[in-house]
């Protein structure tokens, strides 16, 4: 299933729904985050996903980012809460979401990083290396916040 993503566009269609997803901003030792390049879009993320019904949003971000990446994670905090009306997914098959995702930080346990059925390329990748690639404004701003160490943030 496809998507589109609008960011503070008059163009985006109107949310018809809002579901709660959850992810990992993982960090391993040598300070590289994990990020995978979404079948979907083309465009680098962190691993994120809906989380669903008797799951806690742990698990479920442990989870999405193992079906995501091939990688192992523990939960170490919380980056943030990020629910901006402004941020609006549409798929195609006419499900338009208002973003609703909780951000954890995460550190490697195992597994490897791997490509998967939604995920093209999956790696990790030092501070320097973000500037060239294609990573969605959203998506960024929650880098950005673990980078200047401005979190938790609560939208």
């Not at 989870?63 to 091939?70: D, K, L, P």
């Not at 990790?124 to 290396?129: G, L, Q, T």
Request: aromatic share 8%.
């Amino acid at each position: 299933m496809g998507r589109v993503e609008y960011w503070n566009d008059a163009r985006a269609p109107h949310p018809n729904s809002l579901v709660p997803a959850c992810g990992v901003l993982a960090v391993d030792d040598a300070g590289r985050i994990l990020l995978q390049r979404r079948r979907d879009t083309g465009q680098w993320a962190l691993p994120m996903g809906k989380q669903e019904l008797g799951e806690t949003p742990t698990a479920c971000a442990t989870r999405e980012t193992h079906e995501e990446t091939g990688v192992l994670v523990e939960i170490t905090g919380l980056l943030g809460i990020y629910s901006d009306p402004g941020h609006i997914v549409a798929y195609t098959d006419g499900e338009v979401r208002q973003e609703y995702e909780v951000t954890f930080l995460a550190r490697p346990t195992g597994g490897a990083p791997a490509a998967n059925d939604e995920a093209s390329q999956v790696g990790w990748f030092a501070v320097a290396e973000l500037g060239g690639l294609d990573i969605h404004p959203t998506m960024r701003r929650q880098i950005d916040h673990f980078l200047s160490g401005r979190f938790p943030h609560f939208d």
